[in-house]
Structures are given as C-alpha cells and as structure tokens.
C-alpha cells in the first residue's frame, strides 16, 4: 500500500476526523466512484474531493468535537 495513504489515513484516525470525511477521502484518493446521492454527506462529500486532490490541508475542519 501507499505510504502516503497509510500515514494520512493514521493521521486522520489519531486527530479524531469524521469518519465520514475519513472514508470520502479514502475513497477520493483511490479513484472509487462516489456514493449514490441519498449516501453522500457534506463530511463525505469535502474528504472525496480532498482525496482525489490528496489534500491534507483541510483535516482540522473536520475533527470531531
């Protein structure tokens, strides 16, 4: 597996991120297609884009309070 995945995936879990996010993201950066729409929350939706960017930038925004 990517290195790249695997720490940010870890890095992810550790800061507390949505899960939501965390699986957009996984699934953005692997270049799975997206949920069907009814699925698709706002969380899922901003970690599939930034997957598919393999952004990290916007990892605060999504930490579990």
Do not use: C
Not at 31 to 40: K, S
């Amino acid at each position: 597996m990517n290195q790249f995945y695997y720490d940010a995936v870890t890095k992810m879990e550790s800061m507390g991120v949505d899960d939501e996010y965390i699986l957009g993201w996984q699934a953005g950066f692997l270049h799975h297609p997206e949920r069907e729409e009814q699925r698709i929350t706002e969380a899922y939706e901003a970690g599939y884009a930034d997957g598919g960017e393999k952004n990290l930038d916007n990892l605060d925004k999504w930490v579990k309070s």
